[in-house]
Structures are given as structure tokens and as C-alpha cells.
């Protein structure tokens, strides 16, 4: 199995930055993708960002591109989620998740998420 901890929501007005942190231990495959999800209250789990294993091939849901950034540590089990000029809409429990067969692939993994509250 695969343990995932996030760390670093909170609460943070309109405008304002948070650093996601998400760390992977357990189970270990020769190349995982890692993304991360969103989920408001009373809406469907978004799609956030992901990165392949290298770094090198990233991907972002539409309304994150140009505010939000994805990067992995040196060690690879740790992702981070730059989240920039932040907005109320942001407001969601963000889960971190692997994906063992590379970027595209399904998540057969999760943590237990970590809260963004963003006041107007």
C-alpha cells in the first residue's frame, strides 16, 4: 500500500497564496505519476494538476493554468501545489493521489486531503 499525507491548506484571503505539500511512503513503483484533485462541497471531485515521475510532463485543469504549479521533489515522492492568486471559487478539500502507471493513468491512490478555505 501507499500512505499519503498533505500538509500546508488553511484558510487565506482572496488573492493570497498557499504551498500544498504531499508526501508518499509504503509501497514504491519504478515510476509514478502524482496529482492532485479538489472537491467542494455539494460539487463532483476536480481534477487539479499532475506530474509524471521525471517532472518533465505536467498538465493542469483549466481554470488552475497560469495560477497554479505542480512540482515534484528530489527524492520523487513528494509533490508540491503552488496555488497562486487564489480565489473564493478555490475553496475545496485537495487530495493528493498516485498514479502507479505513469501520467494519464488511472489513481489508485489517496490521501486523506487537506482543506483550502479562500475568504472574499
Known amino acids: 500500500q501507499v500512505q499519503l499525507v498533505e500538509s500546508g491548506g488553511g484558510l487565506v484571503q482572496a488573492g493570497g497564496s498557499l504551498r500544498l505539500s504531499c508526501a508518499a511512503s509504503g509501497r514504491t513503483f519504478s515510476t509514478y505519476a502524482m496529482g492532485w484533485f479538489r472537491q467542494a462541497p455539494g460539487k463532483e471531485r476536480e481534477f487539479v494538476a499532475a506530474?509524471?515521475?521525471?517532472?518533465?510532463?505536467?498538465s493542469y485543469g483549466d481554470s488552475m493554468k497560469g495560477r497554479f504549479t505542480i512540482s515534484r521533489g528530489n527524492a520523487k515522492n513528494t509533490v508540491y501545489l503552488e496555488m497562486n492568486s487564489l480565489k473564493p471559487e478555490d475553496t475545496a478539500v485537495y487530495y493528493c493521489a498516485v498514479a502507479p502507471s505513469g501520467i494519464g493513468s488511472s489513481y489508485d491512490y489517496w490521501g486523506q486531503g487537506t482543506q483550502v478555505t479562500v475568504s472574499s
Open positions: 506530474i509524471s515521475w521525471g517532472g518533465g510532463t505536467t
